[in-house]
């Protein structure tokens, strides 16, 4: 195994499934109408970079458009994260008071 490989197509591959089964998570918690269209595009890009990723991975010319999709995608799991983090307030925080 080449560590090229490694840094290049298995860790972007390992990035994305995290993405998608966070964003999911993010999801079920909160389900609105934005983490809804935020999944969806998270899961659309993630998907389409690991199908390039893999056909890399077979010889194809590689490129960076995969390395692009799952950084927006990761932009994305930010943005839901701190909308679920915004709207917490003192009453629905999870403490028993």
């Known amino acids: 195994m ?6 290049w197509i298995y860790l ?7 993405e998608v089964v966070w964003s999911f998570k993010l999801t079920i918690q909160q389900n609105s ?5 935020a999944s969806f595009l998270i899961l659309f890009l993630n998907g389409f970079s690991i199908y390039i990723l893999v056909l890399i991975l077979d010889g194809a010319w590689p490129t960076y458009t995969p390395h692009l999709a799952i ?3 990761t932009i994305l799991t930010v943005i839901q ?3 679920r983090k915004r709207k917490k307030t003192f009453g629905n925080n999870g403490y028993k008071t």
């Open 2 to 7: 080449d560590i090229e490989a490694i840094f």
């Open 33 to 37: 109408y934005f983490d809804s269209i």
């Open 81 to 83: 994260i701190i909308r």
């Open 71 to 73: 950084s927006i995608s």
């Open 12 to 18: 972007p591959i390992l990035i994305a499934v995290v």
